[in-house]
């Protein structure tokens, strides 16, 4: 399996501009900039998206957990911030940090941090991150 998405950049780095794109659609011709990545401008930016795919693959890992261990969660509401700082001349990603909110029925504390622990070790985009990553979780 490949998805693709697609970067289109014009000018500089500070005044130029560019637009994201992806193959499904989602993302068309979606506006990006040095405003809308380090002030907030309208448009999104690399930062914004690595956290949407980092929560959407570990809630989505979190649910085939779940399912194998017989749960059904009635909601799994997870939030991930990334991390931009300065390194050297440039930037790095150092964190990303998930904020889960589980409703799961008849789910005990010991067996939700043992699921959620290894959903967060074996998402892919946990995988791919070079980054440190936490998780704070939280059976509601």
Not at 53 to 76: S, V
Not at 87 to 93: A, C, D, K, P, S
Request: aromatic letters at 6%; one cysteine or more.
């Amino acid at each position: 399996m490949i998805r693709k998405a697609k970067a289109v950049w014009r000018g500089t780095g500070r005044a130029g501009s560019g637009d994201l794109s992806t193959d499904s659609g989602v993302l068309a011709q979606t506006p990006y900039s040095f405003k809308t990545r380090f002030e907030n401008e309208k448009g999104t930016n690399p930062e914004e998206l690595i956290a949407a795919a980092h929560a959407g693959c570990f809630t989505m890992a979190l649910a085939f957990q779940l399912q194998g261990g017989g749960y059904t969660p009635t909601e799994l509401n997870t939030e991930a911030a990334v991390t931009l700082e300065p390194e050297g001349q440039g930037f790095r990603i150092s964190r990303s940090a998930l904020t889960l909110r589980a409703k799961v029925p008849n789910l005990d504390e010991t067996k939700f941090v043992e699921l959620t622990k290894d959903a967060e070790k074996n998402c892919p985009v946990s995988k791919v991150l070079k980054a440190a990553i936490t998780l704070d979780a939280k059976l509601i």
